[in-house]
């Protein structure tokens, strides 16, 4: 049981470049989230989805779009990357179900030159 | 969503309980507390969440006060991998947003 996968772990771009990160999860989850990272912060979510086929924006959703096509994958795209975006991505899935447990990748280390 | 507040950093001896505090004075009735841990460079672990009574895991408990207005999560015997960012997060259980926000956490370091 993978649980959650995120492809690919370490990525270096320059700056307006495009790239996609992928998070695929296994455990037939409703909800699945991306989240940013940076030194000394807490995580940012950026977009996240209650369902296939439906997004929405959270505190930090400028720069980036998602889609979320099939249940199992939801992709966080950058389509003109920037220096600012240089992060740690979290990827995070939950189910419907009454604990409200999230559970994330390993995360997916993006340097923007 | 309520807001949190916790120290930015605590030290535990090892063997010895470590009590991490929250502070959430704008809690709302249907709003629960989530405790997650971060260990260096991993992605965040769930350890255990509660609505106004008291909870306890194989990872931890979690004491909520009866105003619900702070919780404390203690580690029974804290050890060294217990080292980590712990966050105290406050969001209604249900509903269709189903966000978790989290702040900055509080970095527990468990001394040997």
């Known amino acids: 049981n993978a649980g959650v996968t995120q492809t690919p772990k370490f990525r270096v771009l320059k700056t307006g470049q495009s790239m996609t990160l992928l998070c695929a999860q296994d455990m037939n989850h409703e909800y699945m989230y991306w989240y940013r990272q940076d030194p000394g912060m807490g995580l940012r979510l950026i977009h996240y989805?209650?369902?296939?086929?439906?997004?929405a924006k959270g505190e930090v959703p400028d720069g980036y779009n998602v889609s979320r096509l099939k249940k199992q994958n939801f992709l966080l795209g950058l389509e003109s990357a920037a220096p600012s975006q240089t992060s740690v991505y979290f990827c995070a899935s939950r189910g419907t179900g009454s604990t409200g447990e999230l559970f994330f990748g390993e995360g997916s280390r993006l340097t923007v030159l | 969503d309520a807001k949190t507040t916790q120290p930015p950093s605590m030290d535990c001896a090892e063997g010895r309980a470590a009590n991490l505090p929250c502070n959430h004075s704008t809690i709302s009735g249907n709003e629960y507390v989530y405790w997650y841990r971060q260990i260096h460079s991993q992605g965040p672990q769930y350890i255990i969440h509660?609505?106004?009574n008291n909870e306890t895991n194989e990872m931890a408990s979690l004491i909520i006060t009866e105003d619900r207005k702070s919780s404390t999560l203690i580690l029974p015997h804290a050890t060294l991998r217990d080292t980590a960012v712990y966050y105290c997060?406050?969001?209604?259980?249900?509903?269709?947003?189903?966000?978790?926000?989290f702040g900055t956490g509080t970095l527990l370091a468990v001394q040997p």
């Open positions: 509660g609505l106004k």
């Open positions: 997060i406050v969001r209604p259980h249900g509903g269709a947003t189903n966000k978790l926000i």
């Open positions: 989805s209650v369902g296939e086929g439906t997004t």
